[in-house]
């Protein structure tokens, strides 16, 4: 069974930036599509970034130019470095795993989750 920790949400304001990090265990190395989704109250969680395990990237809309995930095989940890934050970044960050997948998955098909860590952003 993989689990999936996220730590590095904190408040801070517009133009910081933020490095969240996912250590994941039960984890076999190189089979999981690996995503960092958001979500904000009252809205439907959305992908943020993607990278397969070969290290191709997919980025969405707001991440675009601003965001960079990565993700270290042989720690077992997923990382999204978040630059030049906006409030509208503003959310719960997820870190999510799907197996046996060779595309970013939908929201839907991802298999694992971790529990979230929150990112404020001040104007």
């Known amino acids: 069974q993989v689990q999936l920790v996220e730590s590095g949400g904190r408040s801070v304001q517009a133009g910081e930036s933020l490095r969240l990090s996912c250590v994941a265990s039960?984890?076999?190395?190189?089979?999981?599509?690996m995503a960092w989704v958001r979500q904000v109250p009252g809205k439907e969680r959305e992908r943020v970034a993607c990278?397969?395990?070969?290290?191709?990237?997919t980025y969405y809309g707001h991440a675009v130019n601003r965001f960079t995930i990565d993700r270290d095989e042989a720690k077992g940890v997923l990382y999204l470095q978040m630059n030049n934050l906006k409030p509208e970044d503003t959310a719960t960050y997820y870190c999510?795993?799907?197996?046996?997948?060779?595309?970013?998955?939908?929201?839907?098909?991802?298999?694992?989750w971790g529990q979230g860590t929150q990112v404020t952003v001040s104007s």
């Open positions: 039960g984890y076999t190395e190189g089979i999981y599509y």
């Open positions: 999510a795993a799907a197996k046996a997948i060779d595309y970013c998955p939908q929201i839907s098909e991802f298999d694992y």
């Open positions: 990278i397969s395990p070969s290290r191709v990237k």
